[in-house]
Structure formats: C-alpha cells, structure tokens
C-alpha cells in the first residue's frame, strides 16, 4: 500500500465549475498535508498546507481535512483554464519525509 | 538567484555511464530534499540531509544511487552505471522548516 494514494484522472470541469480533488493516506499519525501544483513540464509548487480537522480556504481553494478518515481533499471554486495542471497530494509524517501521491490530472475546459 | 537552482537541466547517458546532477538550494535552507518523478507519477522520495547529514537515504533504490552534501549547501546526486530503468526527472527541493518545499526545475535524465 502506498503512504498516498489520488485518483489519477483525467478529471474534466467546465471553467467556473467547483473541482473536487481527493487524497487518502496510511500513516494515522501524520501532521502535515499539502496540495502541490505541476504544470506540465514543470517543478511542483506548494498551494495549500493543512494540519488541522476542517477547512482551509485560501482564495479560491479549500483545503479538508479528516484525519479520522485519513482524507485530504481540495476544491477548486471558479475553475480556471489557468487551472488546469496536475495536483499533488503530499504528506509529511515524521518531519524528514514529504510522501507524494501520483496526482491528479485537471482540464478546465473553456 | 533566489530559487533552487538544478544542473544539469536535461542530461543523456549511455547505459553504464555514470552521473552526477547537482542542487545549489536556496541561500539559508537547511534542509535538502532529492525525489525522483518518472513520466506520469509523482515524485518518489530519495534521500535528505539536514545541513551537511544525510539523516534518511531509504529511498535510494539501489547502491547505484550515492548523494552527497558535504559542506550542507550544494548537494550532488550520483548514479552510477546507469540503467535505462533510472531515466526519469531528479528533483531537488530545499526548506527552512520542512513545511513548505521549494522545488527546482529538476533534471531530466535519459539513459540510452
């Protein structure tokens, strides 16, 4: 089993849709979750850090957390075309180690 | 330069040659990162130092694989006799607080 795991996609919305993208993990006593986008061709970058039961929101992201379900999950409201990349679910159980999942591929499509 | 800077960007070896590919982090960052990405996967953990140790190397996938950090600033991944299974991006990231990474721009490594 791996430390994360995220439906790869492809998962299409429509722009100004709300996309949902989910992340489950094993490690019951992790701490720290993040959303990490990737344009293709390109480095990963940090848009969401969660640590707590609840949500996050940051503009137009929001981060849940449901550490009894060991679930992380971001929604996008207003989806971009700008949007569209692949997103990286990463969690950080022990402090020396950012356990990522495969990611998810989004399309918003105009 | 204020990011973390990865060199080199693309880099074509024949089967059994050796490599090494080096990470210059952020100015400051005390911990360094190396995760490997192959085409359609997310990054799989390598290694980490802290300043100059090497405080985690279980994700090295063989004895092939050897990092390096010895003045906990620039960092070197090597690979010897490289394999074509090895082909993939070399990503380094560095942090201040092991919260939030700042990746590079990686390495993209073909072996032939």
């Known amino acids: 089993q791996k430390e994360v795991e995220q439906n790869s996609g492809p998962l299409s919305v429509p722009e100004g849709a709300i996309a949902s993208l989910n992340c489950t993990y094993s490690?019951?006593?992790?701490?720290?979750f993040f959303w990490y986008r990737q344009y293709s061709g390109k480095s990963p970058e940090l848009i969401m850090s969660?640590?707590?039961?609840g949500d996050k929101e940051d503009g137009r992201f929001t981060a849940q957390l449901n550490k009894a379900s060991q679930y992380v999950s971001l929604l996008i409201r207003d989806s971009q075309p700008s949007d569209s990349a692949t997103y990286l679910c990463?969690?950080?159980?022990?402090?020396?180690?950012?356990?990522f999942g495969t990611g998810t591929s989004l399309t918003v499509i105009p | 330069g204020a990011g973390v800077s990865q060199s080199p960007r693309y880099k074509v070896a024949k089967r059994g040659q050796d490599v090494a590919l080096r990470c210059d982090p952020i100015?400051?960052?005390?911990?360094l990162f190396w995760y490997q990405q192959a085409l359609g996967q997310g990054p799989e953990f390598l290694t980490y130092?802290?300043?100059?140790?090497?405080?985690?190397k279980s994700g090295l996938p063989s004895d092939r694989f050897f990092a390096e950090r010895p003045e906990g600033s620039v960092s070197t991944l090597k690979i010897q006799r490289t394999q074509q299974e090895d082909s993939a991006v070399y990503l380094c990231?560095?942090?201040?607080?092991?919260?939030?990474?700042?990746f590079g721009s990686g390495t993209q490594l073909s072996v032939l």
């Open positions: 990231a560095s942090s201040t607080s092991n919260e939030k990474l700042f």
């Open positions: 490690d019951r006593g992790s701490q720290s």
């Open positions: 969660i640590y707590s039961n």
């Open positions: 990463a969690v950080n159980p022990t402090g020396n180690q950012f356990y």
């Open positions: 100015s400051g960052h005390v911990s």
């Open positions: 130092f802290q300043n100059e140790a090497q405080l985690d």
